[in-house]
T-cell receptor
Framework: QKEVEQDPGPLSVPEGAIVSLNCTYS??????FMWYRQYSRKGPELLMY????GNKEDGRFTAQVDKSSKYISLFIRDSQPSDSATYLC?????????????FGQGTILTVHP | DTGVSQDPRHKITKRGQNVTFRCDPI?????LYWYRQTLGQGPEFLTY????????KSRLLSDRFSAERPKGSFSTLEIQRTEQGDSAMYLC?????????????FGPGTRLTVL
């Protein structure tokens, strides 16, 4: 079983929809959580970085962390065709292995006009 | 700040050949990471450096793989005696560890195809 599970989709939504992306994890050592966006044949681009359980909002993006359930989410409001990409969750523990990111498989999102 | 750069962007090689990739991090970022990403999967951690010291290597990094960061600036990743299973995107990232928010910035990757 992988340490981080992410539904690969693909997910197809109409423009303007609210998108919900999710990851579950099994390693309770993970304390820092990130969401990256990756366009085809490009490197991942950081969208959100969170530590605490709860919600963090940045523009149209909201990251949610529930450490008790080992579950994180990314919500995209008013989705745009330019949001079409692969979304990767990533996480890392504290301490000596901090920075060693473990990624989910990635969810392919298509927002159609 | 020009971002993380990687060279080459694409490499096609024959099985058994050696290949070397270069990563130039964002200037003054003291941490540099290497990841490997295969089609349809998320990146997998390979190794990382803090300045010139290599702090951790993944079990994925067999003895055919070696990475260096000789002066704490750019890094190279060498694969000896390439195998078809080495075909993947090799991603480099850097971060300003200990200087505030430690987030990793990724380069565009080097896509390796082993024939």
């Amino acid at each position: 079983q992988k340490e981080v599970e992410q539904d690969p989709g693909p997910l197809s939504v109409p423009e303007g929809a609210i998108v919900s992306l999710n990851c579950t994890y099994s390693n309770s050592a993970f304390q820092y959580f990130m969401w990256y966006r990756q366009y085809s044949r490009k490197g991942p681009e950081l969208l959100m970085y969170t530590y605490s359980s709860g919600n963090k909002e940045d523009g149209r993006f909201t990251a949610q962390v529930d450490k008790s359930s080992k579950y994180i989410s990314l919500f995209i409001r008013d989705s745009q065709p330019s949001d079409s990409a692969t979304y990767l969750c990533a996480m890392t523990p504290m301490g000596t292995s901090y920075g060693k990111l473990t990624f989910g498989q990635g969810t392919i999102l298509t927002v159609h006009p | 700040d020009t971002g993380v750069s990687q060279d080459p962007r694409h490499k096609i090689t024959k099985r058994g050949q050696n290949v070397t990739f270069r990563c130039d991090p964002i200037s003054e970022h003291n941490r540099l990471y290497w990841y490997r990403q295969t089609l349809g999967q998320g990146p997998e951690f390979l190794t990382y450096f803090q300045n010139e010291a290599q702090l951790e290597k993944s079990r994925l990094l067999s003895d055919r793989f070696s990475a260096e960061r000789p002066k704490g600036s750019f890094s190279t990743l060498e694969i000896q005696r390439t195998e078809q299973g080495d075909s993947a995107m090799y991603l480099c990232a850097s971060s300003p560890y200990g200087q505030g928010r430690d987030t990793q910035y990724f380069g565009p990757g080097t896509r390796l195809t082993v024939l």
